[in-house]
């Protein structure tokens, strides 16, 4: 029994490989995938005061010396809505005016060839404080510049107040 076991199993080896040298197996293929080149949008608004038009400031980078080439939309507040042809240098576009308040704009790049690029977009919000007019900026407040929240700092101090007077309780006394 074990010998034919033994030569059943030789049998059944060499029979795969002359199947396997004959190519009857499925034959082997690359996984897909897509060779272009992502691309990425960056979106920049220079402070604005309120009533006058924003400048809306769209740079579109992919990686290696190749600048894509194609289209840009950008929107603000979904009230406006512009498309500008972009030839690898940054672009901007004069948008409408604007109030006091918060702000969004937007920029979707869409390329000419989609087989080279892929499409990227971009959003970002921006504040318009003070209204325009006159030297000195008008009646705007100062700007936040991303500092610690109060609670924070109140909590700092008194973490220091205590260390200090945990320090100043454990000397010894001469």
């Known amino acids: 029994m074990r010998r034919y076991l033994v030569l059943g199993s030789a049998v059944a080896a060499l029979a795969t490989f002359l199947l396997a040298l004959a ?3 499925a034959p082997a293929l690359a996984d897909p995938y897509t060779p272009a080149v992502p691309t990425t949008c960056r979106v920049d608004v220079p402070t604005t005061l ?3 038009r924003v400048v809306v400031r769209v740079r579109v980078t992919a990686a290696g010396s190749v ?3 194609g289209t840009v939309t950008v929107e603000v507040d979904e009230s406006f809505s512009k498309k500008v042809r972009y030839d690898g240098a940054p672009v901007e576009v004069l948008g409408p005016r604007v109030g006091r308040g918060e702000h969004r704009a937007s ?3 869409v390329p000419d060839d989609p087989t080279r ?3 990227c977009r971009d959003s970002v919000r921006f504040q318009v404080g003070a209204q325009g007019g006159g030297a000195g900026g008008g009646a705007g407040g100062l700007p ?3 500092g610690p929240h109060l609670g924070l700092l109140l909590a700092g101090i008194g973490l220091v107040v205590t260390g200090g007077g945990l320090l ?3 000397r010894r006394r001469a």
């Open 144 to 146: 936040n510049t991303g």
């Open 117 to 119: 690029f892929t499409g």
């Open 168 to 170: 100043e309780r454990s």
């Open 23 to 25: 190519g009857v197996a």
């Open 50 to 52: 309120a009533g006058e």
């Open 67 to 69: 600048q894509p080439t």
């Open 107 to 109: 920029a979707t790049f």
